[in-house]
């Protein structure tokens, strides 16, 4: 259900992307129009990434380490914060006054951030004031003693405050186990501060809690700070080398469709389109001889990406393909593509990174035939 939803959504995502990158190659482009097209090419890459951390929240999986600094992250976190908490409850964010770079998993780090504010939540009735604070910390070898487990060295801290009734020193020793809950109703299954807890520690971070009787909570969150390392800038490529080949595009988005057709066709190729798998089978046996190179959206009603390329190297042994799909790399739907090393390209894509893949499936295809005569 999630990776449908992602699937669409990543669609309409490539659709954006698309056509902000055919306008800007637009000889009526002039003035400010592209660097408006440029910042909508920067959101939709950053509304991609928030469809890969919905899908990797519904799925056990390997951390993807990332030296970001935490004030972005909490800056996109509190534009949909109103979606979660309700909009009766005050909410303060105080960003830190520099950037404050940490390694970490940004999904899971989401998760952590998503459990504080709804456990905030739902620990206030009356005066309703939520504050999300960031701020950089050092822990040094006399500090040992309060935070057992902690290496010395500077840390970020994002902290969570609430205004409810505070934390009584009872519950306070079961706060992070496993299925305890303070919920009445026994609706809530209690696993939301042990998730905090675990994602944290899988940080090298740990978690620290203030509270009084009336006043409230705070949850401190210490992640380890990290510094990047500045690796060389590489200069972008201006030209993307095009080509004369024939390629055959299979997609049931039609708007996607075309964007793909007309990236393709300024970079010189032949096109022909099919809206799905039956329809590209039926082109590729009237044209096999002419077509040079299919490329396949991997999920299609009828007859999906995967059956119609069967069905075509029957027609033509060795046909070059390149998969399209708005679904993770590692779901059920694409686990044909590593299992079977099939060249991918992942939705949304850009005109550059469909130019340079189309150019190296088929330059990859022309140097195996060298080999073999």
């Known amino acids: 259900m999630v990776g449908d939803i992602a699937h669409n959504f990543n669609n309409i995502l490539n659709i954006i992307i698309g056509n902000a990158q055919l306008a800007k190659m637009s000889e009526h482009c002039a003035g400010d129009v592209p660097v408006y097209l440029s910042s909508i090419e920067d959101e939709v890459f ?20 990332k030296i970001l600094d935490i004030n972005d992250i909490v800056r996109d976190f509190v534009k949909i914060i109103h979606e979660i908490i309700g909009e009766n409850i005050e909410t303060r964010v105080v960003f830190a ?20 504010v709804m456990n905030a939540r739902d620990a206030m009735s009356e005066k309703r004031a939520l504050t999300i604070e960031i701020h950089t910390d050092e822990i040094t070898g006399m500090q040992r003693r309060l935070y057992l487990d902690a290496i010395p060295g500077k840390y970020v801290v994002l902290s969570v405050s609430d205004t409810g009734a505070g934390i009584d020193e009872k519950t306070m020793k079961k706060l992070f186990e496993p299925l305890f809950t303070t919920d009445p109703s026994g609706e809530k299954k209690g696993l939301g501060l042990s998730v905090v807890y675990g994602v944290v520690k899988q940080h090298g971070g740990l978690i620290d809690v203030l509270s009084e009787a009336g006043i409230g909570a705070t949850f401190r969150v210490y ?38 057709a007309n990236i393709l066709k300024n970079l010189g190729y032949r096109i022909f389109l099919a809206a799905d798998g039956m329809e590209a089978l039926d082109i590729f046996r009237k044209n096999s001889h002419e077509i040079d190179m299919v490329l396949l959206d991997v999920v299609m009603p009828g007859l999906n990406g995967r059956e119609a390329y069967r069905e075509m190297k029957k027609i033509k042994t060795g046909i070059p393909v390149l998969f399209v799909t708005g ?6 739907q694409t686990n044909f593509i590593f299992e079977e ?25 022309d140097s195996e035939n060298q080999n073999i005569d």
Request: net charge positive.
């Open 223 to 260: 992640l380890p700070s990290a510094t990047e390392r500045k690796k060389p800038k590489k200069l972008e490529e201006k030209v993307i080398k095009g080509g004369s080949e024939a390629i055959l595009i299979a997609e049931d988005e039609p708007a996607l469709r075309d964007i793909a």
């Open 97 to 116: 006054s520099k950037p404050s770079k940490v390694k970490i998993d940004i999904a899971r780090i989401n998760q952590v951030l998503l459990n504080l």
């Open 327 to 332: 679904y993770s790399l590692d779901g059920i």
């Open 46 to 65: 950053r509304a991609a990434d928030m469809v890969e951390q919905l899908l990797t929240f519904g799925r056990r999986k390997q951390l993807d380490m």
């Open 341 to 365: 090393r099939f060249d991918v390209i992942q939705k949304p894509f850009t005109l550059v990174s469909l130019g340079k893949k189309i150019r190296e499936v088929l330059d990859w295809k």
